[in-house]
C-alpha cells in the first residue's frame, strides 16, 4: 500500500496523546475514566506501548461526542490511518467506549442514498490549519444530516494555476473574489467559513431536491 507523508499541520487537534510512526496504519484510543490530573499509571503506560508499538497515533478519549470528532478530525487528516484499535476501561457517565458501536449499529442508509455521491472544489491555503478542521467537520455533519457521500478536490490556491481556475471560474459566474476558503459545487460558489456554514447545506438540499424532482415523471 502506498505510504505518504501527511500535511505538515498534522495532527489539526490537541489532546492528550503522543505522535509516533506517521506511516502507521493504525491509530490507538485508550478510553479514559479519571480526571485529568489523576490519570492512572496503568493508562499512560497503554498509550506508551500503542506508540512504542508503532501506532501513528496513540493517547486517550473520556467524552462521547468532542472526544471521537477530535480523533476523526486527525485521523481524516493523515491518509496513511485505516484502523482504529480502542481499549482501556469504559467511562462512566459518558460511555465512550460504546460510541463507535452504537454509530455502527445506525439503521443503514436507504440504498439510494447509499450510491448518492456528491462531489466539490474546496479552495484553501493549506497552511490554514483551522480550513482544514472546518473543513473536516462540515463533511462530518453534512454526511450524516443528509445522507449522503461527499467527495472534496483540495485545492491550494497559492499555486497560479489553481488561483487562474478559480478567478476563471468567478469570471464566468459573474463573481468577485471575496474570501478564503471557497466551495464550489456545480455553479455555486461559497466564499468565507462564514458562507460556507450557512449556506452549503441549503445548496446541497436544493440539489437533491432538484434530483428528486427529475426522476418522478
Same mark, same amino acid.
Given at each position: ?28 484510543? %485508550? ?8 490519570? @492512572? ?10 506508540? /512504542? ?6 493517547? #486517550?478519549?473520556? #467524552? ?35 460510541? @463507535? ?8 442508509? @436507504? ?17 490554514? *490549519? ?22 472534496? #478536490?483540495?485545492?491550494?490556491?497559492? *499555486? ?6 478559480? #478567478?476563471? *471560474? ?5 463573481? /468577485? ?10 455553479? %455555486?460558489?461559497?466564499?468565507?467559513? &462564514?458562507?460556507? &456554514? ?18 418522478? @415523471?
Amino acid at each position: 500500500m502506498l505510504k505518504v507523508d501527511p500535511h505538515p499541520d498534522y495532527p489539526p487537534e490537541e489532546g492528550r496523546y503522543l505522535r509516533g510512526n506517521d506511516r502507521s496504519p493504525v491509530v490507538v484510543v %485508550v478510553v479514559l475514566n479519571h480526571a485529568e490530573d489523576k490519570i @492512572p499509571r496503568e493508562i499512560e503506560r497503554l498509550v506508551r506501548v500503542g506508540v /512504542e508499538a508503532g501506532a501513528a497515533l496513540s493517547g #486517550t478519549v473520556q #467524552t462521547e461526542n468532542i472526544g471521537f470528532e477530535k480523533i476523526i478530525c486527525n485521523v481524516i487528516a493523515n491518509p496513511n490511518i485505516r484502523w482504529a484499535v480502542l481499549t482501556g476501561p469504559e467511562s462512566e457517565g459518558h460511555l465512550s467506549g460504546e460510541a @463507535p458501536a452504537e454509530s455502527a449499529g445506525q439503521p443503514e442508509l @436507504p440504498p439510494a442514498a447509499q450510491r448518492l455521491q456528491l462531489s466539490f472544489e474546496y479552495f484553501y491555503d493549506p497552511g490554514c *490549519k483551522g480550513c482544514e478542521i472546518f473543513l473536516v467537520r462540515q463533511m462530518i455533519a453534512l454526511q450524516q444530516e443528509l445522507q449522503i457521500r461527499l467527495r472534496v #478536490t483540495r485545492r491550494d490556491i497559492g *499555486k497560479p494555476e489553481v488561483y487562474q481556475l478559480y #478567478t476563471r *471560474k468567478l469570471v464566468v459566474l459573474g463573481m /468577485e473574489e471575496r474570501a478564503y476558503p471557497a466551495v464550489v459545487f456545480a455553479d %455555486v460558489v461559497l466564499q468565507g467559513d &462564514e458562507e460556507i &456554514e450557512r449556506e452549503f447545506k441549503k445548496v446541497l438540499r436544493r440539489h437533491l431536491d432538484s434530483q428528486r424532482d427529475s426522476s418522478n @415523471p
